[in-house]
């Protein structure tokens, strides 16, 4: 009977450091969702070159549509308004209309551009506004 009771509480023990242990492991996977985050914010080093990092904001553009062919018309529209921001398509500029205050922009595909996977990307002030956004070229 002794034997049953010792067992019995060495079972409960296990499971108990079992759960505990479960737990923890859960805490720390998901501290960043649990915690928030109270890291200092870095500070900008200026060198006097433009940088081409993007900036840290919540700014995001859409392209529509996301695939055409050289010569044709494509639709940006920003979350934010941006008039004097730049239009890149794979890494070269791109001439631009501006509507509804600079929240949506007006570009032509190049005639000739390669077929296939392209991007548009905005940068304002030798910085890039968020992330780039895919096009495809078609024949």
Same mark, same amino acid.
């Given at each position: ?16 450091? !079992?759960? $505990? ?6 805490? $720390? ?11 200092? @914010? ?6 006097? %070159?433009? %940088?081409?990092?993007?900036?840290? @904001? ?10 055409? +062919? ?13 008039? +004097? ?16 205050? !600079? ?13 296939? %996977? ?17 096009? $495809?070229?078609?024949?």
């Amino acid at each position: 009977m002794e034997d049953d009771k010792k067992h019995s509480k060495t079972l409960i023990n296990v499971a108990l450091i !079992g759960l $505990i242990g479960s737990i923890g492991a859960a805490l $720390i996977a998901n501290w960043d969702k649990i915690s928030p985050s109270h890291t200092p @914010s870095p500070v900008p080093v200026h060198d006097g %070159s433009k %940088s081409q990092e993007p900036e840290t @904001s919540t700014f995001t553009f859409t392209v529509v549509p996301t695939t055409g +062919r050289g010569g044709q018309e494509v639709t940006l529209y920003l979350s934010e308004p941006e008039l +004097r921001v730049m239009v890149y398509f794979n890494g070269k500029p791109l001439p631009k209309k501006s509507l509804n205050e !600079g929240k949506t922009l007006i570009v032509t595909i190049p005639g000739g551009t390669k077929l296939g %996977s392209s991007y548009f990307e905005l940068v304002k002030d030798g910085k890039s506004l968020g992330t780039r956004q895919e096009f $495809i070229v078609l024949q």
